[in-house]
Structure formats: structure tokens, C-alpha cells
């Protein structure tokens, strides 16, 4: 039996309500997501997302019978909050002064062999926001009751149950011990294992929507809450339940997360912001990322996609780009960006194709990704030259495209019907195309990049 199930995604960049049926989009809304600068540090506008979301629910409710919710959010993100309200401001990753608590909290961190979670920099690891929340926040730290993963933050607002999950507390936290599926050492050695709620999978359900939103939005009071799910997980739903191991999905957007199902852990280095996930079902991921969207906008100057024919101009012209252009992720976070030789304004997105396809094809290398199908879903889905330049550099694996703009919240969706009954909608096979001059232009690329430290 179908039923219309709503999405709250939290992106880094929008918030958005998305309706689904069976796997089909009914209806969608999105807005701006805002970063407030005010104190204790810069932190996530959870109000206006809130607000939001009523404000998108009556609207959606007055022309569908929505039966259940399922949150999903960006990693790098928690609350503390008390028995009512948040205890603390959800602090922003891009907050680099929490680095500061950065020598005792490295005395605290497990190792990569145990946590597969590297050192990264500002908030990206969850685990030294919680450390800094604790040392630099105690008084804000003593009023919370709990502390939860971003998407099980709106799972509290709706239906106000505290609940812990694998995906967000695997997605680079330092928290959670992958081969182990337990909370890691940082737990216990940071003093806040009493603050995690009970474990609960990513699609159950945990009770119906409180009776206040019932009456602001007009959902039926019975309207189930699910667990949610950190959002490159979601993306990952789709193709664990409709393809064999192994295969590999870059999820794209302002990140590009690589996410290698079936590959051995034993290739993940620290070094290369190489790292392991964790699926809805608790089974460790080999995963890679870089900031792939805004590196592309910063590359380009803007938005947009190149031609085949702007590719082999820019190859042609020498002029390359060298890592990095956004200070985050990637195996070369640490070094300043930089764009050597002349290309045309009108030639910038192809060049920065060029640039995410090969940092892509770099990334999977070092993983160890030799075999089995490439899907790309999210932004880079649409970028034509993109997913050829890919199968170009990569000939042993097939590139697929998977052009869906509500890939995370269609995957979300699907966990309100987990497995789902209905089909999954298989993505577009990209042919084959010959790059001119490709090859030597990736060896010459491969020669600068060994040049850089990391």
C-alpha cells in the first residue's frame, strides 16, 4: 500500500520539504539554509529551518495526506539539548576557532585504525565540536540532556523522542569504531557517553508527530516520525537495495563523497581524506571526499556546464588546476589553490570539470577502486562532460548518471517503506566518448600534483 511520505532535507546550502509516493516526487519546496555569526560561535538558524518546515507542511497538507516524516541532514553537525529545547547553538563545521582546543583534544582522539575518521579541519569532526561545547561552553554543556545527530535533532522536534544513529554517528565524528560497530574511545574518554540516547536504525519508526504540530500544520495526528539518516547515506539507499558490491557512488553537491561498496577498508589513508562511512545497516563504507562543489564554483566563477568541445580546449591549452580552493576536504586541504597557464572566461566550468573529474579519478585510485559501476548522482549527474571525462579517465568501470535533484530525499523517502516495495529507477548509462589528448593531460596534472606535500 503507498503512502505520501515528506522528507526534511537540511542541506548545508537549502533546507527543502519533498514529497514522495512510492518513490515519485509530488511536491517540493526549498529555501535558502543561513549560518547565524552571533555567539557562543557561528551556528545553524535551526528557528527560520523550522519555520520552514511548518510553513511547507500546512502548505503540502492542504493537498496531500502525508503519513509519515523522515528527516536527513548534512554530517558535522549535533545538538545538546535538554528535556525541552536546545541546551546549545548547533554549531557550523565551518567554525574554525574550535580548532583552538586542538592539543588536549588530540590526546583524546583515537586513532585513524580505530575511529577511520581523519583528522580534519574547523568543526568537520563531531566529536572536537562536542570537546569544545564541553571545555569552552561548561555552562551551556551542563543543561543538555542529550546529544544527538543532526537529522535525529528534527526527529526530537517532531515527535520528541532522543534518539542515537549509526550513519550520523559514523560520518567522520571520531565517535564511532566502524569494524567495531560500537561507540569509539573518545566516548567514554571525553566523559559524555551518558549523554548518548538509545541506537536506533535509520528506518525506525519512533512514534507520531507531537499534538502541536498536528494543529499548526494540519497533519493528521498520527503522521509517523522515522529516524532519518545523514544525507550521503540517503544517497547511498537507492543502490544498496538494486545493485551487487562492488560499486561506487558520488554523491555531489557542495561535497563530493565517494562511497565504495564492497571495497576493503585497508587502502583508507588519513592523508587523503579517506575515510569509512557507515550504511543504514551499520556495515562500514571506504569513503573519499572533497569539497568538489564549491571548488567547481570557485574554479568557474560561477555556475554552469562545459561542452565536450570546451573540454579539449582547455586540455589542449596546457592550463591546469592545482588543489585546493575551498581550505576543506580532499587530500590537499592544506594547499592553496592555484590555476596555472591562460584559459578563456567562457572556458572556466570546463576547466573546473576537468579539475573534479580528475581529483574523482585521484581519489579512487588511492582507494583502491578498480572495478564495478561508477554512479554519479546530484549536481555532477547534470554535467554531461563531467561523467565522460570520468569514464575517460576510468576505462574499467561503467559511468552512470543518475539525474535526479532529489536523489538524498528520494533515498530518505525510502525509509519509511524499508526495503522498499516498489521499483528503483535505474540510472542513465553514459557512453563512451575520446577525450583528445586526455591521457598525457592527466599525466602532466599527476606530475604537478606530486609536487605538493600532504
Given at each position: 500500500?503507498?503512502?505520501?511520505?515528506?522528507?526534511?532535507?537540511?542541506?548545508?546550502?537549502?533546507?527543502?520539504?519533498?514529497?514522495?509516493?512510492?518513490?515519485?516526487?509530488?511536491?517540493?519546496?526549498?529555501?535558502?539554509?543561513?549560518?547565524?555569526?552571533?555567539?557562543?560561535?557561528?551556528?545553524?538558524?535551526?528557528?527560520?529551518?523550522?519555520?520552514?518546515?511548518?510553513?511547507?507542511?500546512?502548505?503540502?497538507a492542504r493537498t496531500?495526506?502525508?503519513?509519515?516524516?523522515?528527516?536527513?541532514?548534512?554530517?558535522?553537525?549535533?545538538?545538546?539539548?535538554?528535556?525541552?529545547?536546545?541546551?546549545?547553538?548547533?554549531?557550523?563545521?565551518?567554525?574554525?576557532?574550535?580548532?583552538?582546543?586542538?592539543?588536549?583534544?588530540?590526546?583524546?582522539?583515537?586513532?585513524?585504525?580505530?575511529?577511520?575518521?581523519?583528522?580534519?579541519?574547523?568543526?568537520?569532526?563531531?566529536?572536537?565540536?562536542?570537546?569544545?561545547?564541553?571545555?569552552?561552553?561548561?555552562?551551556?554543556?551542563?543543561?543538555?540532556?542529550?546529544?544527538?545527530?543532526?537529522?535525529?535533532?528534527?526527529?526530537?522536534?517532531?515527535?520528541?523522542?532522543?534518539?542515537?544513529?549509526?550513519?550520523?554517528?559514523?560520518?567522520?565524528?571520531?565517535?564511532?569504531?566502524?569494524?567495531?560497530?560500537?561507540?569509539?574511545?573518545?566516548?567514554?574518554?571525553?566523559?559524555?557517553?551518558?549523554?548518548?540516547?538509545?541506537?536506533?536504525?535509520?528506518?525506525?519508526p519512533l512514534g507520531?508527530?507531537?499534538?502541536?504540530?498536528?494543529?499548526?500544520?494540519?497533519?493528521?495526528?498520527?503522521?509517523?516520525?522515522?529516524?532519518?539518516?545523514?544525507?550521503?547515506?540517503?544517497?547511498?539507499?537507492?543502490?544498496?537495495?538494486?545493485?551487487?558490491?562492488?560499486?561506487?557512488?558520488l554523491s555531489t553537491?557542495?561535497?563530493?563523497?565517494?562511497?565504495?561498496?564492497?571495497?576493503?577498508?585497508?587502502?583508507?589513508?588519513?592523508?587523503?581524506?579517506?575515510?569509512?562511512?557507515?550504511?543504514?545497516?551499520?556495515?562500514?563504507?571506504?569513503?573519499?571526499?572533497?569539497?568538489?562543489?564549491?571548488?567547481?564554483?570557485?574554479?568557474?566563477?560561477?555556475?554552469?556546464?562545459?561542452?565536450?568541445?570546451?573540454?579539449?580546449?582547455?586540455?589542449?591549452?596546457?592550463?591546469?588546476?592545482?588543489?585546493?580552493?575551498?581550505?576543506?576536504?580532499?587530500?590537499?586541504?592544506?594547499?592553496?589553490?592555484?590555476?596555472?597557464?591562460?584559459?578563456?572566461?567562457?572556458?572556466?566550468?570546463?576547466?573546473?570539470?576537468?579539475?573534479?573529474?580528475?581529483?574523482?579519478?585521484?581519489?579512487?585510485?588511492?582507494?583502491?577502486?578498480?572495478?564495478?559501476?561508477?554512479?554519479?548522482?546530484?549536481?555532477?549527474?547534470?554535467?554531461?562532460?563531467?561523467?565522460?571525462?570520468?569514464?575517460?579517465?576510468?576505462?574499467?568501470?561503467?559511468?552512470?548518471?543518475?539525474?535526479?535533484?532529489?536523489?538524498?530525499?528520494?533515498?530518505?523517502?525510502?525509509?519509511?517503506?524499508?526495503?522498499?516495495?516498489?521499483?528503483?529507477?535505474?540510472?542513465?548509462?553514459?557512453?563512451?566518448?575520446?577525450?583528445?589528448?586526455?591521457?598525457?593531460?592527466?599525466?602532466?596534472?599527476?606530475?604537478?600534483?606530486?609536487?605538493?606535500?600532504?
Amino acid at each position: 500500500m503507498s503512502q505520501t511520505v515528506a522528507v526534511l532535507d537540511i542541506g548545508k546550502t537549502n533546507v527543502k520539504l519533498a514529497l514522495f509516493d512510492d518513490g515519485r516526487l509530488l511536491w517540493e519546496k526549498s529555501a535558502p539554509n543561513h549560518v547565524l555569526p552571533s555567539p557562543p560561535y557561528p551556528h545553524e538558524d535551526v528557528e527560520s529551518a523550522w519555520n520552514f518546515f511548518l510553513d511547507a507542511l500546512r502548505e503540502a497538507a492542504r493537498t496531500h495526506r502525508i503519513s509519515a516524516i523522515v528527516p536527513t541532514a548534512h554530517g558535522a553537525a549535533g545538538a545538546l539539548i535538554s528535556e525541552s529545547e536546545l541546551a546549545a547553538p548547533v554549531m557550523d563545521y565551518e567554525f574554525t576557532g574550535v580548532e583552538v582546543i586542538e592539543p588536549d583534544y588530540a590526546r583524546l582522539r583515537p586513532p585513524f585504525s580505530e575511529s577511520l575518521s581523519p583528522k580534519l579541519p574547523a568543526g568537520l569532526n563531531l566529536g572536537r565540536q562536542l570537546a569544545y561545547q564541553k571545555w569552552r561552553c561548561p555552562d551551556l554543556f551542563a543543561k543538555a540532556r542529550y546529544f544527538v545527530g543532526y537529522p535525529q535533532y528534527w526527529t526530537w522536534r517532531l515527535a520528541g523522542a532522543a534518539v542515537s544513529e549509526v550513519t550520523t554517528l559514523g560520518a567522520h565524528t571520531d565517535l564511532w569504531a566502524p569494524r567495531q560497530g560500537q561507540v569509539s574511545s573518545l566516548v567514554k574518554a571525553l566523559g559524555v557517553d551518558h549523554l548518548l540516547p538509545p541506537l536506533r536504525r535509520a528506518f525506525n519508526p519512533l512514534g507520531p508527530i507531537k499534538g502541536e504540530i498536528a494543529a499548526v500544520t494540519g497533519l493528521a495526528p498520527e503522521t509517523q516520525v522515522f529516524c532519518g539518516i545523514h544525507d550521503s547515506n540517503a544517497s547511498l539507499l537507492p543502490y544498496l537495495v538494486s545493485r551487487q558490491a562492488p560499486f561506487t557512488v558520488l554523491s555531489t553537491g557542495t561535497w563530493v563523497i565517494l562511497m565504495c561498496v564492497g571495497l576493503s577498508l585497508d587502502q583508507l589513508d588519513p592523508r587523503d581524506d579517506t575515510l569509512a562511512n557507515v550504511d543504514a545497516l551499520g556495515r562500514p563504507i571506504a569513503c573519499g571526499r572533497f569539497m568538489g562543489g564549491r571548488e567547481y564554483a570557485a574554479i568557474a566563477g560561477g555556475g554552469g556546464n562545459p561542452d565536450l568541445d570546451a573540454i579539449e580546449r582547455v586540455i589542449a591549452s596546457g592550463a591546469i588546476a592545482l588543489p585546493c580552493f575551498c581550505g576543506h576536504g580532499g587530500p590537499y586541504a592544506t594547499t592553496k589553490g592555484v590555476i596555472r597557464g591562460e584559459v578563456a572566461a567562457c572556458d572556466r566550468t570546463a576547466l573546473a570539470t576537468l579539475y573534479c573529474a580528475l581529483v574523482s579519478d585521484l581519489m579512487l585510485t588511492r582507494m583502491g577502486a578498480a572495478s564495478g559501476d561508477l554512479i554519479v548522482e546530484g549536481t555532477f549527474a547534470g554535467n554531461l562532460p563531467f561523467c565522460q571525462t570520468l569514464g575517460a579517465l576510468r576505462q574499467t568501470q561503467r559511468v552512470f548518471a543518475a539525474e535526479d535533484a532529489a536523489g538524498t530525499a528520494r533515498g530518505a523517502a525510502m525509509l519509511a517503506q524499508w526495503p522498499p516495495p516498489y521499483p528503483i529507477a535505474a540510472p542513465t548509462p553514459i557512453p563512451i566518448a575520446p577525450i583528445a589528448g586526455l591521457a598525457a593531460y592527466r599525466d602532466a596534472w599527476t606530475a604537478q600534483i606530486g609536487l605538493i606535500g600532504r
